[in-house]
């Protein structure tokens, strides 16, 4: 969900009157940002009743302690680093002993926005490639790539999600690319 500096500023804002008590900015927040959640959360944990529980206990928890919520400039970010930690905090209660990813059976299968039909085979030879390419890469990776590109983060706010520098995050995207750039050519 890309989003320019205008929305921005408008859900910062919705944020401030939800945290003063404005039902209504609470419910246009849940509405418009649930999809988004759903979808990264469905990134994370292939148990979708659980990102739905999740979803639901992010939302009420916000609700109860909104006098306490610090302000953010970035809405979906806070959104997002909050839903994750809720999911994974719950994964890790019920699989103690397993890797983070490997509990949450994450996958993070990344689809194309648009897939056009074409009647050019090397269009569909370059998809089915950039589609290959994206499998064989770390989960941790997939993750990376799909807040950079099916976000509006930016890669300081992707570092903190991730647990690394911005400066890492920058080269890893950038190294993916040029990966992917190198498959395309082939």
């Known amino acids: ?75 979906e970010f806070y959104l997002l680093k909050a839903l994750k930690l809720t999911i994974y905090g719950k994964l890790r209660k019920e699989s103690r002993f397993l890797d983070i990813y490997e509990a949450a059976g994450l996958c993070f299968e990344l689809e194309f926005a648009v897939e056009l039909e074409s009647a050019e085979d090397k269009f569909d030879d370059h998809i089915e490639s950039i589609k290959k390419y994206l499998k064989t890469l770390k989960p941790e990776s997939r993750e990376l790539v799909y807040l950079k590109f099916y976000t509006n983060l930016n890669y300081k706010e992707i570092g903190e999600m991730l647990g690394i520098q911005p400066s890492s995050v920058k080269k890893q995207v950038y190294r993916i690319m040029l990966k992917m750039r190198n498959v395309l050519v082939k």
């Open 1 to 75: 969900m890309l989003m320019g500096d205008k929305n921005i500023t408008y859900w910062s804002e919705q944020w401030l009157s939800f945290k003063h008590g404005d039902f209504i900015a609470f419910n246009r927040i849940y509405d418009y940002f649930f999809d988004c959640l759903y979808h990264y959360g469905c990134k994370l944990t292939c148990q979708t009743d659980l990102v739905e529980d999740c979803i639901q206990e992010l939302f009420l928890t916000l609700y109860t302690r909104r006098d306490n919520l610090s302000e953010t400039d970035n809405v």
